[in-house]
């Protein structure tokens, strides 16, 4: 039953490392562990109800339904994750300076926060209905006791919450002025990553005809199953045999992600230091 741990392994770590990035990237807002808990309880039960319509699900446009869906999820993914991180790059120097006060003023405005509980729902629907579907096909073909299975799912589950967990708390003890710092790039890694998914998910559905052909193949350094592969695939959308799409959509996610908070920042600045009108 080594095969049933390594895939739910992998499939919790990939929810896991956006989790334990996002927790310790608002780490002291207000309200934050209510609305990451709900992200992951409604991406819970998303996935057990996805995974158990999938037969009708795959049926739909001529079979295609399933690559679909997951277009769907990983796009809504990827436009919330997106949204919140240029959200917090332009609010970093408030957060540095007073989290509480901050904190306060996300409670408020809960826009950003809503934004990172629908992109935990995503990730954790996706990768929990994945999980469902490929633990139930493979048991599916072996007798295998029920016991068996179970131990197996739990030590996949517990060990890639595990490696979230030790991410976060890693991440926590970094000092506020560089948290955000680190915390965004890793964003940005994960931004990359679904934008990554979403140009391979596009190909097998038959969505697009262009940029299909890999572009290099690192298989014979580092493969795509082997323990580092699957790590920094979750944390990076490592692929061995990428598709030119997936690279050209990885490269430009991260591009405009990081150039819309630089101008978001400068507009902000800009307005900061406009000077105060005089009150005759």
């Known amino acids: 039953m080594f095969a049933t741990s390594l895939i739910v392994f992998r499939e919790t770590l990939e929810a896991a490392l956006l989790i334990g990035i996002v927790a310790a990237s608002t780490k002291g807002l207000s309200g934050r562990s209510r609305w990451l808990s709900l992200g992951v309880l409604v991406g819970a039960v998303g996935s057990l109800a996805v995974a158990a319509g999938m037969g009708r699900i795959s049926a739909w446009a001529d079979g295609i339904g399933q690559d679909l ?36 003023r996300v409670s408020s405005n809960k826009g950003s926060m809503l934004a990172l509980s629908v992109a935990v729902a995503m990730a954790v629907l996706r990768e929990g209905a994945e999980t469902a579907l490929f633990v139930a096909g493979f048991v599916s073909g072996t007798p295998t006791p029920v016991g068996d299975v179970f131990v197996s799912v739990s030590l996949g589950l517990v060990a ?26 890793l964003m940005l890694l994960l931004i990359g990553s679904l934008a990554s998914q979403l140009g391979k998910n596009l190909i097998q559905s038959g969505l697009v005809s262009q940029g299909m052909t890999p572009l290099w193949s690192t ?10 592969g699957v790590f920094f695939h979750a944390l990076a959308g490592y692929d061995a045999n990428p598709a030119a799409l997936q690279v ?18 400068q507009q902000r600045d800009a307005v900061v230091k406009l000077p105060t009108p005089v009150q005759i």
């Not at 994750?81 to 989290?99: E, G």
């Not at 979230?164 to 790039?185: D, E, M, S």
């Not at 050209?248 to 819309?260: D, E, H, K, M, P």
């Open 69 to 104: 869906v997951n277009v769907a999820i990983i796009g809504v993914a990827l436009a919330m994750l997106s949204w919140h991180c240029v959200w917090v790059s332009t609010h970093a120097k408030d957060m540095v300076r007073d989290a509480k006060a901050l904190g306060n």
């Open 160 to 185: 890639g919450s595990l490696v979230g967990v030790v991410l976060y708390f890693g991440l926590a003890r970094i000092k506020a002025q560089h948290l955000f710092a680190v915390t965004n790039g």
């Open 219 to 228: 298989e014979a350094w580092l493969s795509n199953e082997s323990a580092l």
């Open 248 to 265: 050209w959509l990885y490269a430009a996610s991260i591009g405009s992600v990081w150039w819309a908070t630089r101008y978001v920042t």
